[in-house]
């Protein structure tokens, strides 16, 4: 029950701004938007996340579209550091359990090449 | 910075052994989880824990069982190992319920 939906791969030269498509179409109100990368054999790194708003931080700036359907990721300046999956994530509340607890919903993600 | 650390990246065991994954965070998080990560299904969540000695099932719960006695360890158990747990564990610690989730570097398992 995937909730995004990114392309498979893409590649980026280095030094380039990358700008990392995700659609979340059903998307629903009060739910958070999250990106994760995840560099070969080790555990994701949080990038950054939003709701409604453009966000940015040391890492990315994250751009969502006013109806909230999709979103994009941006590397400014991509290093060859930066080849990694990249994961559009949407963060729901859980079902039947204990109020006020949230899952993560992944994607099969997008692997990111950067070119010297 | 958060640090969640996992007690092994590889581990090999024998179908029908016990298995014990440990994970650690050090930064006085409340919730802990475990993902499994398998190659097209993405990261499946199994069980966290939004306090010690609390515990609640993801989507994935059969085949394991999941222990917190204390606030900066999550345990996750395999009672009896089977082939098809062979996957990469994933551990993730929050502040809140409602915060960032931080992970572990995971632990590649595979159940011969």
């Known amino acids: 029950d995937a909730k995004t939906t990114q392309p498979p791969s893409m590649d980026c030269a280095e030094g380039r701004a990358a700008n990392l498509p995700c659609n979340h179409s059903?998307?629903?109100?009060?739910?958070?938007v999250y990106w994760y990368r995840q560099i070969h054999s080790q555990g994701p790194q949080y990038i950054i996340h939003?709701?409604?708003n453009n966000e940015t931080n040391e890492m990315a700036s994250l751009i969502i579209t006013e109806d909230r359907k999709s979103s994009t990721l941006i590397l400014p300046h991509a290093t060859l550091r930066d080849t990694a999956v990249y994961y559009c994530?949407?963060?729901?509340?859980?079902?039947?359990?204990?109020?006020?607890?949230?899952?993560?919903?992944f994607g099969t993600g997008t692997r990111l090449k950067v070119l010297a | 910075d958060v640090k969640v650390t996992q007690s092994s990246r590889y581990l090999v065991k024998r179908t029908g052994e016990k298995v014990f994954l440990e994970c650690v965070q050090d930064?006085?998080?409340?919730?802990m989880f475990w993902y499994r990560q398998d190659p097209g299904l993405g990261l499946r969540l199994i069980y966290f824990?939004?306090?010690?000695?609390?515990?609640e099932k993801g989507d994935i719960p059969e085949g394991y069982s999941v222990s917190r006695e204390k606030k900066e360890r999550f345990s996750l158990i395999l009672e009896s190992a089977s082939t098809n747990q062979t996957s990469m564990y994933l551990c993730?610690?929050?502040?809140?319920?409602?915060?960032?989730?931080?992970f572990g570097p995971g632990t590649r398992l595979l159940v011969l």
């Open positions: 824990s939004y306090d010690v000695k609390m515990k």
């Open positions: 059903t998307i629903s109100g009060n739910e958070y």
């Open positions: 993730a610690s929050s502040l809140g319920r409602q915060e960032t989730q931080y």
């Open positions: 939003g709701l409604k």
């Open positions: 930064m006085d998080h409340e919730n």
């Open positions: 994530i949407v963060r729901v509340a859980q079902v039947g359990v204990t109020s006020g607890t949230y899952k993560y919903i």
